[in-house]
């Protein structure tokens, strides 16, 4: 009988299913064992079928081009096949393995649907009333007159009884296996919908630590920021005195005195930056059209990255909605940046947009160095970068606007294939 493991009760609750197909072939072996075991006086021919059927039933399950619906029914075909020589052999409608005919009937009960499964059993069934040719007092009178030939009423009963059984078989199994597969697909539904349940909840997760991760780290910048810019502000004070007080012949200590002036300024920047990561934002939403904000930040890339092709492909179904323009302009400036950094000469950075589910999705595309699989999880830590100039604020600070308009952000990347940053945000 046919084996679907997609309907495999044990294997939907977590038993190996290795184990089950074992248990199920010991059954077979044991029925078709104990069948031969006590006809040992029937002959080579009917043990010899006997066999064959059982190994039939062993190795379906283990037959891949029975998958389909065709082999499916070139193999139910087969058994019928067997049976009915097996039958006909050890006597017809006295034959004690007509119940046998229940084994493709409730085969295709499983494999197939209800018309399938009538068409079976009436297959089934007629097989077995073909016998009724052959005349069952023929063959126990040994009578060679056909005109004289007559089936005893007790045949008569016993036929329609057996073949009103194989009908029923074949309905309540299909009846079950319809239950079966229902209740299937019920459990894949449910595993699904936990499995995207258990990823959002991931998701949510990460968000949630980033958020603790940037408030502590906000809070730590603030006060580091106010007490490092005053001794900045007298070490730069002190050197433009120096350079203004030493002669114009020293040109050793004008040069020193302009290094420490510039090296000021680079970390009163960094000391800016870091002021605009801790400080909480104050969104100032107002109804905005996405497409322009995008190419304001745009066009700036393109003065900073000549050497990369920008291309739009903007959704005309995204309307004006509420967000902070200024905000939302900054993060895509960033990410387009970044595309443009991590792509060679020449090579072309696509900003798409699509409305997805009461959201405006932003994907930034580039075909450039990638990034590491092992860094995925970490690129939207403060501090985290790869590039050896680089501070590791502008993804955070990203991702930090997005947070604040209750959006997501989300990398799928492959080193050395490029990226895509996807940043939904909710149109209110």
């Known amino acids: 009988m046919w084996h679907n493991p997609d309907w495999d009760i044990d294997r939907l609750a977590g038993l190996p299913f290795e184990r089950y197909v ?7 072996i044991a029925l078709f064992a104990t069948l031969i075991l006590n006809n040992q006086g029937r002959g080579a021919p009917e043990i010899t079928m006997l066999v064959a059927l059982g190994i039939a039933q062993v190795v379906e399950s283990k037959i891949p081009a029975l998958a389909s619906t065709r082999g499916r029914v070139w193999w139910i075909v087969l058994n019928l096949a067997l049976l009915y020589l097996l039958i006909g052999y050890s006597g017809s409608l006295d034959s004690p393995y007509w119940i046998l005919l229940t084994l493709p009937v409730i085969s295709g009960a499983t494999a197939l649907g209800v018309a399938g499964t009538l068409v079976i059993s009436v297959v089934a069934a007629v097989s077995y009333l073909s016998f009724l040719i052959w005349r069952a007092a023929y063959l126990q009178y040994g009578l060679t007159d056909w005109q004289h030939w007559e089936i005893p009423p007790e045949y ?3 036929v329609v009884v057996r073949v009103v059984f194989l009908l029923m078989a074949g309905l309540l199994a299909n009846a079950l296996a319809e239950d079966l597969r229902t209740e299937t697909q019920n459990s ?3 595993l699904r ?3 995207e349940a258990n990823a959002q909840l991931q998701q949510a997760e990460e968000a949630v630590r980033r958020s603790d991760r940037l408030a502590a780290l906000g ?3 603030a006060g580091l920021a106010h007490e490092l810019r005053n001794p900045l502000g007298t070490i730069r004070g002190s050197a433009e005195m120096l350079a203004r007080a030493v002669s114009a012949e020293n040109e050793v200590a004008r040069e020193v005195s302009g290094f420490i002036a510039s090296e000021v300024d680079r970390a009163n920047s960094l000391i800016t930056r870091f002021l605009h990561f801790a400080r909480p934002l104050e969104l100032r939403p107002d109804t905005a ?3 322009q904000t995008i190419d304001r930040a745009i066009a700036n890339v393109e003065r900073e990255a000549p050497q990369v092709s920008i291309y739009k492909n903007y959704a005309p179904e995204i309307p004006p909605f509420r ?3 200024e905000l939302m302009e900054r993060v895509v400036y960033n990410l387009i940046l970044n595309a443009a950094q991590a792509s060679p000469a020449g090579g072309a950075v696509t900003v798409k947009t699509r409305a997805a589910d009461g959201a405006a999705e932003i994907s930034v595309i580039d075909r450039g160095s990638g990034i590491d699989r092992e860094h995925l999880n970490t690129i939207f830590n403060p501090f985290f970068t790869t590039k050896p100039a680089g501070v590791g604020l502008g993804l955070a600070i990203v991702a930090k606007i997005v947070d604040e ?3 997501k952000i989300s990398v799928e990347s492959e080193a050395g294939k490029g990226s895509v940053f996807r940043v939904q945000i909710p149109m209110l």
Do not use: C, N, P, Y
């Open 22 to 28: 074992r248990l199920q072939d010991f059954i077979w």
């Open 156 to 158: 008569v009963s016993l």
């Open 188 to 190: 894949r539904r449910t």
């Open 193 to 195: 919908q936990l499995g």
């Open 219 to 221: 809070q730590l910048s």
């Open 289 to 291: 059209d996405l497409a």
């Open 323 to 325: 967000f902070d323009s």
């Open 405 to 407: 308009h209750g959006g």
